[in-house]
């Protein structure tokens, strides 16, 4: 927002105890002399407040205080080795002297939104500096979106009602100053918690039940194991009984039996989960919100532990009171073929069913978001990512406040690149405001219902080193004597639809006093940032034609390795001024799959939680039907006595474990059809209900639980019938 409106918000706003403003950008950071690219930003005295922080060592700023900045604690230990020195002396921003007053304190992560596609969703901030918000520092006037803004509600005041009140506020502004690209503008007021993990919310839930099911299943495993040992030692029990054991001592024997698995259980898994923290955390994306600072502490070992005794009341209780209650006069009697007798078989087949069904809910979320992953990919990008190098500048100090500096360095920048040798095309590009369309001799747009458009700046070169077709009309020059656009397929589609719009003319927000633009051609549209990303009405303006530019994408095409030639084409750009870093040097591929990396890591976490499951449900089924097969014995050998095959045998038995396997998927296919449309703000470009991905999936367990099944087949085939008579 502008700073002029801030400072009515603030006046006017009745639903906040404080209201803070912040602005924040990348920037050059100098400390001892050493300068180097960090991420600064400008906070109103109210942050302190709002925020509960204190720095640790030194203070917040004084009212009106300037010249000072506080440190962020992530850049205190990398580069100062936490000296605590640091208090009192002097670094350099942006070619600024100021005095350090203050370092954030350890655990302090207030990560800033970042909406740039640029620059990663969350950023930690390096220093803090006072922000000017006086009314006599608003030059810039309300056509200049330069502050974000947090406030902490009332006491009582519910988020509804502090929306309501703000909108009316906007609504008075914007009546108050027509001129104002605000009056187009959606306020929208949410939760700072929501607003920076908001989008990892749906997917960390969905690992969350992930865990869950795996959890289900392994501890539907367990209980398995149980009833089988308290069959195996029916006759056991039957003669303790005999001796004067009681049913509760029983039970707790066998509590105390699960327990110490549990207890084993959980202290395996303690081992593997510290070793799987810190795999995810080296190979996560750094768009998962605090992903670095996942570790184990004593909440986790006590969550853990917790839970390992819960899981065994809860799975082992039923088989321990099913083995107390055993008939003591007919386990004695039957000897040791008793196959159902105190704990039927028909409880492990009704376990073994729902560890397939929960595999199946599993492995259809995995195939669903792989075929996202697989679509995503495979779709156009509308240009061709391949040999093209970016790197990121952002030029700070006083020698570039100003636009002819700016533009002296992007052209010289430019020019060195192109002669390089290797290189084909080079050109810059940068976001600058996404907004609504203002069309020449069209009504406007009820307030926040026309299309928002993104409107970028873009050298010449970009076009050519990015290979984006021209579908009408021309290509714009870096030296247009007047104002000229081109606009994006989906622009010209949403806008303008079956008419031509060349020649058309548009106004850019925040430049409404500027002449419109006019619109000389249409290009295929883009996914340069975003490959998961649908196709948005986009503008590019001629970078000269740019308000600034001071933080912009250089894009090379090159004819060769571009990463073989990144130091020689990065020194090219360094040496026209050694105090502004270039940064962020990458292949546009790996940019893309940067891109997606969150969709990539979660894809990978399921899938791996998926066959975990499918792997457990496996030895589940194959478990119960070995155990069958061998209490059994005794009757197949007289069914093979009286004349049975052993293929009849084999069928016998695998149709008995395919029963059990085709009950779990089809519930498991049941459950997968209303828990998978959870995962929709997770999928491109496919339904929760995917019929291809449920077929393949249920083929895929059902597969799965045929050979888990073969091997108690092949065994009961197999069994000599004079061996089988003998059997106990």
């Known amino acids: 927002m502008a700073g002029p409106d801030f400072l009515d918000w603030k006046q006017q706003a009745q639903s906040f105890e404080k209201m803070a403003g912040y602005g924040y950008g990348f920037g050059t950071l100098s400390i001892n002399g050493n300068a180097d690219q ?9 942050f302190w407040a709002i925020t509960g922080a204190q720095p640790s060592p030194g203070r917040t700023f004084a009212p009106g205080e300037r010249g000072v900045a506080i440190l962020g604690r992530g850049i205190f230990e990398r580069r100062l080795g936490s000296d605590p020195n640091i208090i009192g002396k002097t670094v350099t921003i942006d070619g600024r002297a100021v005095t350090v007053v203050g370092v954030m304190p350890p655990g302090f992560r207030f990560q800033f939104p970042q909406s740039a596609p640029s620059v990663t969703e969350l950023t930690e901030i390096d220093a803090y500096e006072p922000s000017d918000m006086s009314p006599a520092n608003q ?10 803004v947090v406030a902490r509600l009332k006491t009582g005041t519910s988020i509804q009602q502090a929306h309501a009140e703000m909108e009316a506020i906007q609504a008075r502004i914007a009546r108050e100053n027509p001129h104002s690209f605000y009056d187009q503008v959606t306020l929208r007021v949410v939760p700072l918690h929501e607003k920076l993990v908001g989008k990892a919310r749906r997917a960390l839930l969905v690992l969350l039940a992930a865990v869950g099911f795996v959890m289900l299943i392994a501890c539907a495993n367990l209980a398995n194991l149980l009833l089988a040992r308290a069959s195996a030692r029916q006759k056991e029990i039957a003669v303790r009984a005999a001796l004067g054991a009681g049913r509760l001592r029983v039970v707790w024997q066998f509590l105390a039996e699960g327990v110490v698995l549990s207890v084993l259980g959980g202290a395996v898994g303690l081992l593997l989960a510290r070793w799987g923290i810190a795999l995810m955390v080296r190979l996560g994306p750094q768009a998962v919100p605090r992903l670095a600072e996942a570790s184990m502490d004593g909440r986790v070992l006590g969550f853990t532990f917790a839970v390992s005794l819960l899981s065994c009341l809860l799975f082992g209780l039923g088989p321990a009171v099913a083995c107390s209650q055993t008939k003591l006069h007919h386990v004695l009697k039957e000897g040791g073929r008793t196959a159902s007798g105190a704990v039927g078989l028909n409880t492990r087949r009704l376990l073994v069913g729902g560890e397939l069904a929960l595999a199946l809910v599993l492995l259809v979320g995995a195939g669903l978001m792989l075929k996202s992953f697989w679509r995503m990919n495979a779709r156009p990008a509308g240009f061709d990512p391949e040999s093209i190098l970016v790197m990121r500048i952002s030029l700070s100090g006083t020698n570039y406040r100003a636009m002819p500096q700016q533009l002296a360095y992007i052209e010289q920048a430019l020019q060195r690149l192109e002669a390089a040798p290797g290189v084909i095309a080079a050109g810059i590009a940068k976001q600058t405001v996404r907004g609504l369309v203002g069309v020449e001799g069209a009504p406007p747009y009820p307030p926040g219902q026309g299309p928002q458009t993104t409107y970028n700046t873009r050298s010449a070169g970009y076009f050519r080193a990015m290979g984006v077709r021209l579908l009408k009309g021309r290509w714009m020059t870096d ?11 989906t622009f010209a589609r949403v806008v303008f639809g079956a008419d031509d719009p060349i020649g058309r003319r548009i106004r850019i927000p925040r430049q409404q006093s500027a002449p419109a633009a006019a619109i000389v051609g249409v290009v295929s549209d883009l996914k340069a940032t975003k490959l998961d990303a649908d196709a948005e009405p986009e503008v590019y303006v001629p970078y000269r034609q740019a308000i600034f530019v001071r933080m912009a994408d250089v894009v090379v095409k090159t004819a060769g390795n571009p990463l073989g030639m990144a130091p020689a084409l990065r020194e090219q750009v360094s040496a026209i001024d050694r105090t502004q870093p270039v940064y962020h040097v990458q292949t546009l591929e790996q940019a893309l799959a940067d891109s997606i990396s969150p ?14 499951a499918v792997v457990l449900g496996a030895v589940g089924i194959y478990g119960v039907m070995s155990y069958m097969v061998t209490q059994r014995t005794h009757e197949i050998g007289v069914r093979m006595a009286l004349g049975a095959q052993q293929g009849e045998v084999l069928r016998m038995v695998v149709r008995q474990g395919m029963l059990v396997a085709a009950a779990g998927i089809l519930c498991g296919a049941a459950a997968a059809l209303a828990l998978t449309r959870l995962m929709g703000s997770l999928l491109y470009e496919v339904t929760a209900t995917d019929p291809s991905t449920f077929a393949v999936v249920c083929l895929a367990l059902g597969v799965a639980a045929l050979a888990a099944c ?4 092949v065994k009961a085939a197999r069994v000599d019938p004079i061996v089988a008579l003998r059997y106990e």
């Open 599 to 612: 969709r990539r890591f979660n894809l990978f976490l399921l899938g791996v939680f998926a066959v975990v």
């Open 139 to 148: 030059v810039r006037g309300r056509n200049m979106a330069i502050v974000n």
């Open 710 to 713: 073969c091997t108690p087949a």
């Open 38 to 46: 960090a991420m600064s930003a400008d906070v109103t005295d109210d």
């Open 479 to 489: 030296a247009e004597s007047t104002e000229v656009v081109l606009v994006n397929e």
